[in-house]
Nanobody
Framework: QVQLVESGGGSVQAGGSLRLSCTAA????????MGWFRQAPGKEPEGVAS????????NYADSVKGRFTISRINANHTVFLQMNNLKPEDTATYYC???????????????????RGQGTQVTVSS
């Protein structure tokens, strides 16, 4: 069952930009926070960014601070990830995630959120 639908992945050269989008494919009574995580082949998932629905607090991994920006539209449970100055080490499958249980789960790593999408590939060449 598809829960979240991502789009916007692709291939770019180092220094380029991409914008990922994610929207809910089903209705949930509440979405406490949404975010993105990524996973490269042979590596553990890495939280990239998250945003709280109430208040809009954002959090970023140190590896993307200053380059990536997360934003959201609460009305339709949509979240975006603007990625600038991309580096080859950003290459990975990017997954959208959402937490619908309780706000207290939002402080957990993004890949532990209960809802997730199927992923979109981002490839950055040097």
């Amino acid at each position: 069952q598809v829960q979240l639908v991502e789009s916007g992945g692709g291939s770019v050269q180092a220094g380029g930009s991409l914008r990922l989008s994610c929207t809910a494919a089903t209705f949930w009574a509440s979405v406490e926070c949404m975010g993105w995580f990524r996973q490269a082949p042979g590596k553990e998932p890495e939280g990239v960014a998250s945003v709280y629905s109430l208040g809009g607090e954002t959090n970023y991994a140190d590896s993307v601070k200053g380059r990536f920006t997360i934003s959201r539209i609460n009305a339709n449970h949509t979240v975006f990830l603007q990625m600038n100055n991309l580096k080859p080490e950003d290459t990975a499958t990017y997954y959208c995630a959402a937490e619908t249980r309780s706000r207290r789960y939002c402080s957990a790593p993004t890949h532990e959120y209960i809802r997730r999408g199927q992923g979109t590939q981002v490839t950055v060449s040097s």
